[in-house]
T-cell receptor, first 116, second 117 residues
Framework: KQEVTQIPAALSVPEGENLVLNCSFTDSAIYNLQWFRQDPGKGLTSLLLIQSSQREQTSGRLNASLDKSSGRSTLYIAASQPGDSATYLCAVFCNAGGTSYGKLTFGQGTILTVHP | SAVISQKPSRDICQRGTSLTIQCQVDSQVTMMFWYRQQPGQSLTLIATANQGSEATYESGFVIDKFPISRPNLTFSTLTVSNMSPEDSSIYLC??????????????FGPGTRLTVT
């Protein structure tokens, strides 16, 4: 059974700092990994998608890496801003054991607060 | 990418009643997914809804409690039946695009925030 763990559970940083969020998963047989952002009480916004054959993806100030063999991914946020404050969720997509479809398994999330 | 809307966006319901949540997508999709996010928790998949067949439920979720309809390729409903305060959660609909292993990605609706009193 796939399990996804995110560290740290919460992070508070001053504006302008570079930061790293960590995600690990137990089963390396994944199709891809997604990083999402969730604002309080809201739905999910997809930030970055890394296919299993890729090592990293970049979008603006965000960079996500994937080491499939070791079951790890990191989300790097450069020059953090108060508007980056949100919960960041990591999810891996893999076969739903024995079925014909896949499923996303989510980590618990990292609550990020960037203070001015 | 698919644009997903959900109704209602939030509701406060009394225990013992039922609520039906609607999910509408702006394009035809094969698979639709329903997730639950309990307060302070991450997302848990409730079921997968494939048009033309019965929904497939994950362990711990049953059809009597969470009946799902999928009448066409752009619409689905999830009903939360005989509600109790433990059902207070955000319920999210999602769809998939792309081919598995290639450019597969899931997109999520804005969620329905349910409070049961």
């Amino acid at each position: 059974k796939q399990e996804v763990t995110q560290i740290p559970a919460a992070l508070s940083v001053p504006e302008g700092e570079n930061l790293v969020l960590n995600c690990s998963f137990t089963d390396s047989a994944i199709y891809n990994l997604q990083w999402f952002r969730q604002d309080p009480g809201k739905g999910l916004t997809s930030l970055l998608l890394i296919q299993s054959s890729q090592r990293e993806q970049t979008s603006g100030r965000l960079n996500a890496s994937l080491d499939k063999s070791s079951g790890r991914s990191t989300l790097y946020i450069a020059a953090s801003q108060p508007g980056d404050s949100a919960t960041y969720l990591c999810a891996v997509f893999c076969n739903a054991g024995g079925t014909s479809y896949g499923k996303l398994t989510f980590g618990q999330g990292t609550i990020l607060t960037v203070h001015p | 990418s698919a644009v997903i809307s959900q109704k209602p966006s939030r509701d406060i319901c009394q225990r013992g009643t039922s609520l039906t949540i609607q999910c509408q997508v702006d394009s035809q999709v094969t698979m639709m997914f329903w997730y639950r996010q309990q307060p302070g928790q991450s997302l848990t998949l409730i079921a997968t809804a494939n048009q033309g067949s019965e929904a497939t439920y994950e362990s711990g979720f049953v059809i009597d409690k969470f009946p799902i309809s999928r009448p066409n390729l752009t619409f689905s409903t999830l009903t939360v039946s005989n509600m109790s305060p433990e059902d207070s959660s955000i319920y999210l609909c999602s769809v998939e695009e792309g081919a598995r292993g290639l450019n597969y990605e899931q997109y999520f609706g804005p969620g329905t925030r349910l409070t049961v009193t």
